[in-house]
């Protein structure tokens, strides 16, 4: 198979092994560094005697819960081993070798690995102003299309289409071709025409929405996601998912999650900080950001200077590659995302932590572009 492997980013273990560091700042993978709340830890203890039973296959308790915070019915829902795995399920159960899967690029690296897995045709729709060219990816659509990925809001720019925008794009759509709206940053969205995917299932049966709790839930070391799609899509899901697939430790993490309110309160407040702070701090340096609806931003080394624009010290360097300067990062004990995966060689990706965490960064980051 012709395949790359999907390179997340470094472990902080792994950095403290291979650097002799005891101090490290992971701000590469867009986990929610102020972690799970105390009340999940307590649920994750108090669960911990039973972890000899296999799990609920059902995840009957959490899809209850979960329904009644969507208003949806159980039978709406499919839990996974993070949203990852439906990813894997949805082509596997509806494409055929050599039909075609359109999604944005860059965008998310999975989807074209699980196309590959199922012997589909990857079919990349460049983005247009650092967003999903629905536009675009509509030209795209042949005969041989079967499903349609669309990260929203997109990672790794961070930008979002509204709902405005879906709803059109979906009336041009075949009934016949899988619409799968990728959610997992739906949760630090601000802006208010985000799309109500859920109350478009009534209309298209042909949408499969996926979100997890990796991301603002803080549960990403647990593997756990969930898609929403009408009842006769998630009885096929179903049929290739594999018993067992939801650890017992997950469904308690995450069935308390939810009634943790408080935490996701938190965790946007900290999002707005670091969000505001480090726009700040990027204009101060002279670096481009893409304004972004999620708990990361990307960040352009070598933006063009405008005309007539006085460029900073900082950006005197002809090129900058984004490997590099994550390399020296690295050295300095903080993880941040090279993009050379996305094809964006001078591009970073640093994801919002806690106040100190961002200072760091920043404080870091000034002292190797300044060198």
């Known amino acids: 198979l012709e395949i790359k492997p999907y390179k997340p980013g470094k472990p902080i273990e792994e950095v403290k092994r291979e650097l002799g560091l005891k101090r490290i700042i992971k701000l590469a993978s867009n986990e929610n560094t102020l972690g799970p709340s105390s009340r999940t830890i307590k649920a994750l203890r108090d669960y911990l005697p039973k972890i000899y039973l296999y799990p609920e296959d059902s995840c009957f308790y959490l899809k209850r819960e979960l329904a009644k915070k969507l208003k949806v019915k159980r039978e709406n829902l499919i839990m996974g081993n993070g949203s990852d795995e439906i990813m894997e399920l949805i082509p596997k159960t509806f494409l055929n070798p050599g039909e075609g899967v359109i999604y944005g690029h860059p965008s998310f690296l999975i989807y074209e690995i699980v196309t590959k897995i199922m012997g589909g045709k990857p079919v990349p729709v460049p983005l247009k102003d650092y967003t999903y060219d629905l536009e675009g990816i509509l030209k795209a659509i042949t005969k041989k299309t079967k499903i349609i990925f669309i990260c929203n809001p997109n990672n790794p720019t961070g930008t979002m289409v509204n709902e405005e925008e879906i709803k059109a794009f979906l009336k041009r759509v075949s009934k016949r071709i899988i619409v799968v709206l990728d959610e997992a940053y739906k949760d630090y969205v601000e802006r208010r025409d985000f799309p109500n995917s859920i109350g478009l299932l009534k209309e298209y049966k042909n949408i499969i929405i996926l979100r997890t709790f990796a991301k603002i839930y803080g549960l990403a070391g647990l593997r756990i996601g969930y898609g929403i799609a009408r009842e006769e899509v998630i009885d096929l899901l179903s049929k290739v998912r594999l018993p067992f697939n939801v650890n017992s430790l997950a469904q308690a993490a995450a069935l308390a999650s939810l009634k943790d309110k408080e935490q996701v309160k938190k965790t946007r407040r900290m999002n707005r900080e670091g969000k505001r702070f480090f ?32 460029v900073s010290p900082a950006c005197s360097e002809t090129r900058r590659s984004g490997e590099k300067i994550c390399r020296e990062l690295l050295l300095k004990g903080i993880i941040i995302r090279e993009m050379s995966a996305w094809g964006l060689n001078n591009y970073i990706r640093v994801t919002m932590g806690r106040e100190e965490e961002n200072k760091k960064f920043i404080q870091a980051l000034k002292k190797i572009l300044r060198r």
């Open 279 to 310: 726009y700040n701090a990027f204009k101060s340096l002279g670096l481009e950001y893409v304004p972004t609806q999620t708990n990361f931003i990307l960040i352009n080394l070598n933006p063009a200077p405008r005309r007539g624009a006085r």
